[in-house]
């Protein structure tokens, strides 16, 4: 495959929109037209750094998401695996040189017991996470995928498992596939590949190109649902967002539909990290680029992790994110049964900075106006490019996403959360249900709901 990123047409894309402020307004009017931004009008977004100009940018993006996605926020949790890993990513608490680290794979036993602990909580969407080791192989993700779809407690019940783990050949993919997972997510890091080889001194993942299409191979073996994503901190953060574009328009051009999602971790500290700290990003600069990246591809779902603090969450998330995670625990096991109050280092990957329960974050988001989901209807029901149909069809939001928002919610409300958290989340699915237009779909949510206060689950559009 030929490279689809170049640095120098990025850096001349960075460096030829510097004086093209005046173009910012009709950049932003395009994307709030439903149009996807080329990488040179995403430059320009990038190049507009007075602070009334970034405000446009933020209220563009506060508009886009509102006028577009409406006030969803999709719910998950990753599940560490194992953290067996044979390269040397200095970034990371897992790489093979940290002598600190302490090396686990759970057993079947275990798997079970985790993800019993986190229906318990009323998670219904897993990341799966592993490490990079021969002991991670497409037919061991498989079984542990398989694992943990079996694993039914009361009501609860993980309805969707979506994968972060090493690059595979195409077979491997189709594998995993088999297998029923969601989303394929890898991030590629960096989009620099000086920089990538400054990081990442051993193992496979040293391979810059084959990480880079990895998701090709994935696409070719089917999986036509794939999540990219870049850690921000290794290079400029300029480039790193049209890396990101430049990768999304790849897979338009190649495969007619764009990654489902983007993510954009910001480097945490780690058990013995090793980190140049020029690219670090201020929580302006990361503010700015989530705005830029909704108004960039306004079609893919943007996911903001439990890297980020309760407070930078709760303000980034205004600006275009579809998905976080709630009650993360990173430490593996440490779902079912507290093994440490305090972080560990030496047992995580890196630390994570909002470790607040789902239910707390339920009750946030209900606080904040917002309507918590855990819908996984459109991949049930074969309806891929989800967020393209959200964008792109008309009505599609009011007459799937909201009524699968609100039963989720309400399955949530009568299974899992406290009396109070229930009280606030009925009034919240009232008003969302007001907001519904259509005596018919209303009336069959309604029906649907009383359904659910009577015990039936799982019941979608
Ligand atoms: N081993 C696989 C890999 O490298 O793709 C699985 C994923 S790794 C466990 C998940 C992601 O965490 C990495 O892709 C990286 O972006 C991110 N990560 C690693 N170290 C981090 C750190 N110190 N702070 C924040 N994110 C980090
Ligand atoms: Fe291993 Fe992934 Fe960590 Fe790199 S980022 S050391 S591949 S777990």
Avoid at 325 to 338: A, C, F, I, V
Wanted: aromatic share 10%; charged share 30%; proline share 3%.
């Amino acid at each position: 495959m030929e490279p689809f990123i170049d640095p120098v047409e990025i850096w001349d894309l960075i460096n030829n929109t510097r004086s093209y402020q005046g173009r910012v307004r009709e950049v932003i009017a395009k994307s709030l037209s439903k149009q996807r931004l080329t990488l040179e009008e995403t430059a320009v977004l990038i190049n507009a750094d007075s602070p009334d100009l970034i405000e446009e940018i933020k209220d563009g993006a506060r508009e886009l998401k509102k006028r577009v996605y409406g006030n969803r926020i999709v719910l998950f949790a990753p599940l560490y695996v194992g953290n067996k890993c044979t390269n040397n990513c200095t970034y990371c608490g897992f790489r093979t040189s940290n002598k600190f680290a302490v090396r686990q794979t759970l057993s079947d036993n275990q798997l079970v017991k985790e993800v019993e602990a986190l229906e318990d909580n009323g998670q219904k969407r897993l990341i799966l996470v592993y490490g990079e080791h021969p002991a991670y192989n497409a037919e061991y993700i498989a079984h542990t995928v398989r694992t943990v779809y079996s694993v039914k407690k009361g009501n609860g019940e993980i309805r969707r498992v979506n994968i972060n783990a090493a690059p595979l050949d195409i077979d491997g993919f189709r594998i995993v596939k088999d297998a029923g997972i969601g989303t394929y997510q890898i991030f590629q890091e960096t989009y620099h590949k000086e920089t990538y080889q400054k990081y990442h001194l051993g193992g496979k993942k040293m391979d810059f190109d084959y990480r880079l299409t990895a998701l090709d191979r994935a696409q070719e073996a089917g999986i036509d649902d794939v999540g990219i994503g870049a850690l921000f901190g290794l290079y400029d953060w300029r480039f790193e967002v049209l890396g990101l574009v430049r990768h999304t328009n790849h897979f338009e051009a190649c495969y007619r539909v764009g990654p489902h999602t983007i993510s954009f971790p910001r480097i945490q500290d780690a058990s013995a990290v090793n980190i140049d700290p020029r690219y670090m990003v201020s929580h302006e600069e990361f503010i700015r680029l989530v705005a830029i990246l909704r108004l960039a591809v306004p079609y893919t779902g943007m996911i903001l992790t439990a890297r980020e603090n309760a407070m930078v969450r709760r303000e980034v998330m205004k600006f275009g994110v579809s998905q976080i995670d709630g009650g993360t625990k990173l430490e593996m096991g440490s779902y079912s049964e507290s093994i440490n109050e305090d972080q560990d280092l030496n047992r995580e990957q890196f630390k994570i900075n909002d470790s607040r329960s789902l239910n707390e974050i339920i009750d946030e988001l209900l606080d904040d106006g917002y309507l918590p989901s855990f819908c996984t209807a459109c991949y049930r029901k074969g309806r891929t490019g989800e967020h393209f149909m959200e964008f792109s069809v008309p009505g599609f939001i009011k007459r799937f996403c909201s009524p699968n928002a609100i039963l989720t919610l309400a399955e949530y409300l009568e299974d899992y959360a406290p009396p109070s958290t229930a009280e606030k989340g009925w009034k919240v699915i009232e008003d969302n249900i007001r907001q519904l237009d259509g005596e018919k779909l209303t009336g069959q949510i309604r029906e649907r709901l009383a359904l659910i206060r009577e015990g039936k689950r799982d019941l979608y559009f």
